[in-house]
């Protein structure tokens, strides 16, 4: 079965650093999204994109935070300035339809960011 | 705004209990819902689902049925396995709204099962 696929697994930064996380969706997939879960709460959306442009945000995905699609089957999630509030495990998602009644999201096993 | 709501953890059973992971959601328009389960080392994958009042979701021996007016989705299942050990998350879409892609989550409750 195809799956979605992140890397790095594991990401250390340097506060103020920027970082770039990578995800190759489900080559048949045209939604694409961000979430991610810092240790002991919820998992949280960022962005939803489609169509080369971002659909959805949250109020989580400030300037600090871009995506992009720059190859056709890579998303990537840029974090331009990293700070200790970074620090969390970060899920792309992508999913077929944009109604998710009718396709569900298929999320990668995540790359977990630490900011020291 | 929505918002889910599950039952504190983390869950111990032994082999062959009955399992019931209780959740409750506020939403403002007519929410689908789901259940989402997350293996050791794995991504979330889903588990079941239901799109409107008084449907059921089942799958892999699990059930959860959407209660409009209790506003709740509670997973069950009548005999748990030592495979069934992960963390499960309730979530809803707001399907009634433009963020038909967007997942409102739970905290995720950490079940463990003993032979």
């Known amino acids: 079965e195809p799956e979605v696929t992140q890397t790095p697994s594991h990401q250390v930064t340097q506060m103020g650093q920027e970082v770039i996380l990578r995800c190759v969706p489900i080559?048949?997939?045209?939604?694409f999204y961000w979430y991610r879960q810092i240790l002991g709460q919820k998992v949280e959306f960022l962005v939803s994109?489609?169509?080369?442009?971002?659909?959805?945000k949250s109020e989580i995905f400030d300037d600090q935070f871009s995506v992009e699609r720059p190859d056709g089957s890579n998303f990537t999630l840029k974090i331009r300035s990293t700070k200790l509030e970074d620090s969390a495990m970060y899920f792309c998602?992508?999913?077929?339809?944009?109604?998710?009644?009718?396709?569900?999201?298929?999320f990668g096993n995540g790359t977990r960011l630490t900011v020291t | 705004g929505d918002s889910v709501t599950q039952m504190e953890g983390p869950v111990t059973l032994s082999e062959e209990a009955f399992l019931t992971i209780n959740c409750t959601y506020t939403?403002?328009?007519?929410?689908?819902l789901f259940w989402y389960v997350q293996y050791p080392g794995e991504g979330l994958q889903l588990l079941l689902k239901?799109?409107?009042?008084?449907d059921k979701g089942s799958n892999k021996g699990f059930e959860a049925t959407y209660r409009k007016e209790t506003t709740s989705f509670h997973l069950e299942k009548g005999s748990v396995q030592v495979s069934d050990s992960a963390v499960y998350f309730c979530?809803?879409?707001?399907?009634?709204?433009?963020?038909?892609?967007?997942?409102?989550f739970g905290q995720g409750t950490i079940l463990t099962v003993h032979p």
């Open positions: 998602a992508s999913g077929a339809d944009r109604d998710i009644r009718n396709s569900p999201l298929h």
């Open positions: 994109f489609y169509n080369n442009e971002i659909s959805e």
């Open positions: 080559s048949n997939h045209l939604y």
């Open positions: 239901a799109t409107k009042a008084d």
């Open positions: 939403a403002t328009g007519y929410p689908s």
């Open positions: 979530a809803l879409s707001d399907a009634g709204g433009t963020s038909y892609g967007k997942l409102t």
